[in-house]
């Protein structure tokens, strides 16, 4: 998982609070995303980015916001937090194009819970 | 919609091998992707294969491609005790590059 950085590691939060998990990559790459992982049901896609100033919502966006305003860095943020989004949940990002299936790098994760 | 879908348990002795099966719906998918994930961590990505190819092999890793099914296998020659995790097969590529997850197989290795 080299190159993408996750934090926090671990986070409690109680309903209705706000907070914002950072993810950056220092390998200059175009695409980012955001996954959370739940029991049984693998992987699903939050938000992800093409790039700087690019925003597309993914798979299970409800609830969440984010941004891309430089090539590093994007945060994801919880508006106002619930049980349902206790989760684990991983940034990835990954080159444009090129060789190697476009190789998509995941950070290590954040465990989130909501109480 | 795009589904993936892969069996959730697997048990095998040590130095048997492993094959780990997926289904995938969505024929356009330009890589099909295996990734492992250990306790308490992150994604490792393994292997992957372009959708035009039957068949990859990396050391240990066999991959296999049938395309007019859409089924994705992978194998683990020699399995070993540290290679117990949970695996995930995805689709994925094309222009945004989005990666779509199958709920993964946990793959128990017993000594």
């Known amino acids: 998982n080299a190159g993408v950085t996750q934090t926090p590691k671990f986070q409690v939060l109680k309903t209705g609070q706000s907070m914002t998990l950072q993810c950056a990559q220092d390998m200059n790459h175009e695409y980012m995303s955001w996954y959370r992982q739940d029991p049984g049901m693998g992987l699903r896609l939050i938000h992800y980015?093409?790039?700087?100033?690019?925003?597309d919502q993914g798979e299970v966006p409800n609830g969440y916001n984010v941004s891309r305003s430089t090539t590093e860095d994007f945060p994801l943020r919880l508006l106002s937090a619930a049980p349902s989004q206790t989760s684990v949940y991983f940034c990835?990002?990954?080159?444009?194009?090129?060789?190697?299936?476009?190789?998509?790098?995941f950070g290590e994760g954040s465990w989130l819970t909501v109480v | 919609g795009e589904d993936v879908e892969q069996s959730l348990f697997l048990s095998v002795r040590e130095g048997d091998s492993s094959v780990i099966n997926c289904t995938y719906t969505d024929s356009s998918s330009t890589y099909l992707y295996w990734y492992k994930q250990e306790p308490g961590a992150g994604l490792q990505l393994l292997t992957y294969?372009?959708?035009?190819?039957d068949m990859k092999q990396d050391q240990r890793l066999t991959v296999l491609l049938n395309k007019k099914d859409k089924h994705l296998s992978l194998r683990i020659a020699d399995t070993q005790t540290g290679d117990s995790a949970i695996y995930f097969c995805a689709e994925g590529g094309g222009a945004t590059n989005k990666l779509i997850f199958g709920t993964g197989t946990l793959l128990a290795v017993q000594p």
């Open positions: 990835a990002s990954s080159y444009r194009t090129g060789a190697g299936g476009n190789t998509i790098y």
């Open positions: 294969i372009f959708s035009n190819m």
């Open positions: 980015s093409v790039g700087a100033g690019i925003t």
